[in-house]
Structure formats: C-alpha cells, structure tokens
C-alpha cells in the first residue's frame, strides 16, 4: 500500500483521490486496482469508507466466509469474484451507508460467531440456512 501511496503521490503531486468521484464505481475500482498492492478489498474499501462514500460492498475474509457458508458464493470464490456477486445481491435502493453498515455487521457476525476455526453454529439463530451449521449440533439459544 505504500507504494500505492507513492505512485498516486507522483501522478498526482500529492494524495488526492477527488479524481475518483468523477468516475463510475467500476471504473475507479479498476483504476485502484492498477495499483501495486492494491485488490478488490482494498478498492471497495477506499470508495466506500472514505469520505467518497461510493456504493461498493468490501467483502473481507469474514464476508467471503459467511457468503460461502449460506451458499451465496461458491466454495473458495475469488475476492474479485466474490464482490461481484455480493454486490449484485444487494438492493437497487442500498446506498454507501446501507452497504458500510452490512459489511461491518457482518464482518462482526464472522469474528464473533461465524469463525474460522470454531464456528459457534450450536448458537447461531440463522445456522439453519447455513451449510456449515445445518450440519453441527444442536441450536443452543443465546443469552
């Protein structure tokens, strides 16, 4: 990401990222993405989290996760690929802060519950729809 930094410094004569607004979702999420170090996470998350606040869904580890274990992705999806089903599953009607909200709800749902190593399915209230948790134990209700 530093050099990331450098190159836009060096284009630009210093870190702006205004350009961006001008251009479609898309097209800034290629331009990002040229980039080094720069993917399809660290994209969506510079338009959506920052002040352009731009309608992107950042689907993280927590997210590709979750998406894959109710079947809304398929196994070992790509981050690429994984955003652009997300993002084609989200409402017309979401803007930016509907999408920032969901990511971070969700992302806390797969540090807290949907882990990676030991998913606490018994006391998930959605482990039903899951195939990950349909196959566990027992639903124990949360307190």
């Not at 990222?17 to 969506?44: F, N, T, W």
């Not at 070992?76 to 989200?90: C, D, E, P, V």
């Amino acid at each position: 990401l530093v050099a990331s930094v450098g190159q836009i410094v060096a284009q630009r004569g210093r870190f702006d990222l205004s350009h961006l607004v001008a251009l479609s979702v898309e097209a800034g999420m290629e331009l990002l993405q040229r980039y080094d170090g720069i993917g399809p996470k660290c994209a969506a998350a510079v338009l959506n989290f920052s002040t352009l606040r731009r309608r992107v869904f950042v689907v993280d580890r927590h997210i590709r996760r979750f998406g894959e274990r109710f079947g809304l992705l398929p196994d070992n999806a790509s981050f690429t690929k994984a955003h652009q089903i997300m993002l084609r599953l989200m409402p017309a009607s979401w803007d930016a802060d509907d999408l920032y909200e969901l990511h971070w709800l969700i992302k806390r749902f797969g540090q807290e519950v949907c882990t990676s190593q030991r998913p606490l399915c018994p006391r998930c209230e959605i482990a039903a729809l899951c195939r990950h948790g349909s196959t566990s134990l027992p639903r124990v209700p949360m307190r």
